[in-house]
Structure formats: C-alpha cells, structure tokens
C-alpha cells in the first residue's frame, strides 16, 4: 500500500492523520519510515513500510492489519 491508501483506511476508520517519521533501528543501524496514529491521546504504530525499494511498500502493523 500506499501513503495515501494507508490514509484513506485511516480516515474512514475515524483514526485521524498518519504522522510518518523515519526512525533507526538499533541493532542493524538501519533506517526505516513508520507511521504513527494517536488513539486516547497515545501514539499507535500504524504501518511500516517493508522496502525501500518501492514507495508502497507499506504494510499495516498489529491490531490495524485487519483493517485493509
């Protein structure tokens, strides 16, 4: 999926903006984009994207994968 795919399933979920963030993973040292919804005033790990080879190489993490 897509950015705006990924937005879109969050919208009509009523789970508001996607806040992407690249972060560092700490055992390999690589980079990686997630995205962040805030439910209850907690931030919620939303999607992950899998690949850098592609840009929608997104996947929905956790409780949000049964949403597609």
Known sequence: MDK???QSIA???KLGQIHFQFNVA???GKEFEVGY???GGRR???CKRQS???PDAFYLCNEFGALQ
């Open 52 to 54: 850098w080879s592609s």
């Open 26 to 28: 700490q055992n390999t």
């Open 44 to 46: 919620q790990l939303f």
């Open 37 to 39: 919804v805030f439910i």
């Open 11 to 13: 919208t009509e979920h």
């Open 4 to 6: 705006s795919q990924l």
